[in-house]
């Protein structure tokens, strides 16, 4: 009984541990990718539903959505959701989605526009 006790206890802790250090162990350029990999997701949204408002009340309009590369040196490519929209990026493509961006301060180098 008492060897039981002794390896649930253990086994407790480990698990315990491998949990904080999972969440302690993110490193500073994992945390800055999430904050832009969340804020160009919700840019993404915030221009497909305005985009979509101004086509319910007549206006001409179109949007694309696409990924666009977040490159740090050394580290692998990846991605993070990228969307224009023709009535909102006035004759610049992707300007409402960047101005959102900017507006979250993640609009950052690492992004390949």
Same mark, same amino acid.
């Given at each position: ?6 390896? !649930?206890?253990? @086994?407790? %802790? ?9 969440? /302690? ?11 832009? /990999? =969340? @804020? =160009?997701? /919700?840019?993404?949204? #915030? ?6 408002? %101004?086509? @319910?009340? &007549?206006?001409? @309009? ?5 990924? #666009?590369?977040? !490159? !740090? ?6 991605? !993070? ?12 493509? &992707?300007? =409402? ?8 301060? =993640?609009?950052?180098? /690492? %992004?390949? #526009?």
């Amino acid at each position: 009984m008492l060897q039981k006790l002794s390896v !649930v206890t253990l @086994a407790c %802790l480990l698990f315990t541990g491998c949990m904080s250090m999972s969440s /302690e162990g993110t490193s500073p350029e994992e945390k800055k990718f999430r904050k832009v /990999e =969340a @804020a =160009a997701k /919700e840019c993404s949204e #915030i221009v497909k539903n305005q985009t979509i408002e %101004l086509t @319910a009340e &007549g206006k001409d @309009a179109n949007t694309r959505w696409t990924t #666009i590369d977040y !490159v !740090v040196p050394g580290q692998q490519d990846r991605t !993070v959701e990228y969307r224009t929209s023709s009535v909102l990026d006035n004759g610049e493509p &992707g300007k =409402a989605w960047q101005t959102c961006m900017s507006d979250k301060k =993640a609009l950052v180098p /690492e %992004l390949k #526009i």
